[in-house]
Each structure stands twice: as C-alpha cells, then as structure tokens.
C-alpha cells in the first residue's frame, strides 16, 4: 500500500496569506501588462508568441486533480480573496484595537452615569467635529478656568457644552490638588482686592476730611481777617469823626481806613489798586454774617438782608462822598498823599454807586 502525501486543514490565517500573495501577484502582473502596453511592445508581439503564452498561461493555472485526502475538496474551492492591501488591512484593524482601548479606558475612569450612554456613543463623533480651538487650550494652562460651566445643569446643555462638562468632571476628579490650590490662590486674590478697595475707600475719607478740615480752617482764618479789618474800619471812622480828631497829626494814605479787607501789615502798604468793586462788596457784605436775623419769616429775612445791603452801602456813600469827604478828612490829610486820597475816594464811590445799582435791581 502506497503512502500518500498527509495534507493539512488549512488555517484562515494560511487561506490569507495566500490571497495576499495572489493579489500581490496579480498586481505585479498587472503593472507589468500596463507597462508594456505603455512602451508599445505589446503591439509587437506575433500571434505566435501571443497564442504559446496564453497555452503556457491556461497550463500554468490549470487546477490540479483533486485529492481524495483533502477536506476541503468536498467544499469545492476557497472563494475568492479580497483585493484589499495588506497594509490597509493591518492599518484598520490597529485602528479598530486603538479605539477599544480608549473606550475602555473611558468606562474604567469616567465620572458618566450608566443613563447617559446615548451620549457617549456621540461623543467621539461630537469631538471629531470641533473646528475651532478648544476653551481648554487657549489658557496657559490645560485645566483651565472652568468655573463658568462647572455649575451648570448638564440637561439644559447643548452638545459642545456637555463634551466640556464631561472633560471639566474627569479633570477634577484627576486634579483635586490643582483645583484645591485655584481655589486657594483665588480666595486670596479676592481678598487682596477687598483689601485694596478698603485702603482706596478709607484714604478717600481721609483726603476728604483733610480738605473739609481745610476748607473749615481757611474760612476761619478768613473771617478772622474779614472781623480785623471791619474793627479797624469802624475804630477808624470813630477816631476821625470825634471832636477832637481836628487837632490830630496829619493823615497819610494808609490812615485813611478804606472799605476793604486788608489786614494790619498789608493796611501800611495799601493802594489804589487794592481799591476794587470786588474788593469793596466782598468787605461790605461781610457784615451780614454778623447780624442775626430778627424774623423766621423767610421772605422777610430777604426782604431785612436787602435793606441791610441797602442800608450799609448807602451809609458808606455817606463816608466816601466826595463833597463831605473832603470837608471832613480831606483837609486833615498831608499834601503829598491828598491827590492820591482824593483819586482813592472817588474810586470808592464809583463803585458804591454800582452796588447801589445792583442792589435795587
């Protein structure tokens, strides 16, 4: 008995094997067809050739018998390979591995809950269509600040929202000491700030209340002066009007009390020009201050501060009145200084005579 040939079941890896190598080889073939056709050998060739490679060919690939020991005869034979390369094969199913791998490492540290899965089925999908830059990425660092959509309610969401709510929960619950250390560095941050706008506030205060102790101060000082002078003015007056003022030394120009503010060492140096409309009625009028009101009516207090306006500017008149002036002080005055008085006087009484004007109107 003759002992034949053992012939092994083949394998799904050896049957693709050897499609690949058919399909390689039908490819080599192929090419090497076109470029014959290409050079225009292909033109050339007689019949004769033609037909002896085409018998070789037909021989070449003939079936051999079947073998009565082979299971797969009773199958007849393997259907044909796929024309797909090898290496798209091969990139497709590392693919195919990648993707399982990362799913499944998502399931394994994800914080979604078992409800939410038609969501996650969309979220690579979703991911893949970003084309913009994501939020995560455009600070300096890749957490981020998430405070603005860390709070919110995932099913009022939309789908780029919730991506962002997923990766914002999966990176704090990687990252509780990042998170911890922002929320202390922004605890101190806002604190800082309170500080600060306590200090602006309170130096505020104090600026204002140094320009109000100011303010009180130069008005004190002020009045002060205004009530020197307006003492001088009347002793003044009194010392040149008594009886025996006729006997007196002469007058210079700054014996002469003039209606004006001015205080004791500035009256020696006075002159015309400190003679002034703003002058006279800033001095004058300082004198309302110190009469109080004899009524609470409030249109008679108006009525009593116009006639007490009235009343002094027109008692003043009196004094500066050019005609009694001079029949009254003028004449006690030195010669050098009388024409500069007498121009002084009638200053004083132009202006008076404006007040007068202003007050009745």
């Known amino acids: ?113 078992p409800g939410n899965t038609s969501r996650l089925d969309s979220l690579e999908a979703e991911m893949n269509t970003y084309a913009h830059v994501p939020k995560r990425w455009r600070g300096p660092h890749a957490g981020g600040d998430v405070s603005d959509i860390a709070g919110l309610d995932p099913s009022m969401m939309e789908d780029e929202e919730y991506a962002e709510w997923i990766r914002v929960g999966m990176w704090r619950y990687k990252n509780p ?97 400190d003679i002034t409309l703003d002058s006279i009625s800033l001095f004058l009028f300082s004198m309302l201050e110190s009469w109080p009101s004899t009524t609470d009516n409030a249109e008679n207090a108006t009525d009593k501060e116009t006639k007490t306006r009235k009343e002094i500017v027109r008692e003043t008149l009196l004094r500066f009145h050019p005609d009694k002036f001079e029949g009254r002080v003028l004449r006690r005055v030195k010669e050098e200084d009388k024409e500069k008085v007498r121009e002084a006087v009638g200053k004083v009484a132009r202006a008076l005579n404006e007040l007068m004007t202003k007050v009745d109107t």
């Open 1 to 113: 008995m003759g002992t034949g040939k053992l012939h092994m079941k083949e394998t799904p890896t050896e049957r693709q094997e050897r499609q690949l190598r058919k399909a390689r080889k039908a490819a080599k073939e192929a090419a090497r067809r076109a470029e014959r056709y290409q050079d225009g050998s292909f033109d050339s060739e007689d019949d004769s050739t033609r037909k002896r490679r085409r018998a070789d060919n037909s021989h070449s690939h003939r079936p051999p018998p079947p073998d009565p020991c082979d299971s797969d005869a009773e199958y007849g034979p393997p259907p044909p390979g796929p024309s797909t390369d090898y290496e798209t094969l091969q990139a497709e199913l590392e693919e195919q591995r990648w993707r399982e791998k990362m799913w499944d490492a998502m399931d394994e540290d994800s914080v979604f809950t």
């Open 177 to 273: 000491d990042y998170y911890a250390e922002q929320a202390r560095q922004q605890a101190q941050q806002e604190a800082r700030k309170a500080r600060e706008k306590a200090i602006r506030e309170e130096t505020k205060r104090l600026r204002r209340e140094a320009e109000e102790e100011d303010k009180r101060k130069r008005a004190m000082r002020d009045a002060k002066k205004t009530a020197e002078a307006r003492e001088r003015y009347e002793s003044g007056w009194k010392t040149l009007l008594a009886s025996g003022a006729k006997d007196a030394e002469p007058l210079g120009f700054s014996d002469i009390p003039w209606p004006i503010a001015l205080s004791k060492k500035s009256a020696i140096s006075a002159s015309i020009d």
